[in-house]
Nanobody, 118 residues
Framework: QVQLVESGGGLVQTGGSLRLSCAAS????????MGWYRQAPGKERELVAA?????STNYADFVKGRFTISRDNTKVYLRMNILKPEDTAVYYC??????????????WGQGTQVTVSS
């Protein structure tokens, strides 16, 4: 059993900041790549940022220079600065877990709401 739990979402004004956290727990050998995705009502889920086991990062164009992804052991973070109304969405944590028997599976958190007011 594996679980990902996000936290840190909330309501913020344009130009404000938030920091999202995602904590992993359960039975697994390792956590491989991790990332943050977001989905607004009526829109497709899209990649926000990703980070590899080696610490290499990748960002969507619409967050470059504003968001920073980082990880530490079983946790991954997303620092969001200069937030815009267009950033309003449910943010999901994603991680690839390797099971004790060697299989790799992607898992999703339940999501945390981020709302940016004009």
């Amino acid at each position: 059993q594996v679980q990902l739990v996000e936290s840190g979402g909330g309501l913020v004004q344009t130009g404000g900041s938030l920091r999202l956290s995602c904590a992993a727990s359960g039975i697994f050998d390792r956590i491989l790549d991790m990332g943050w995705y977001r989905q607004a009502p009526g829109k497709e889920r899209e990649l926000v940022a990703a980070i590899t086991t080696g610490g290499s990062t990748n960002y969507a164009d619409f967050v470059k220079g504003r968001f920073t992804i980082s990880r530490d052991n079983t946790k991954v973070y997303l620092r969001m600065n200069i937030l815009k109304p267009e950033d309003t969405a449910v943010y999901y944590c994603n991680a690839v877990f390797r099971s004790p028997w060697g299989r790799e599976y992607p898992y999703w958190g339940q999501g945390t709401q981020v709302t940016v007011s004009s």
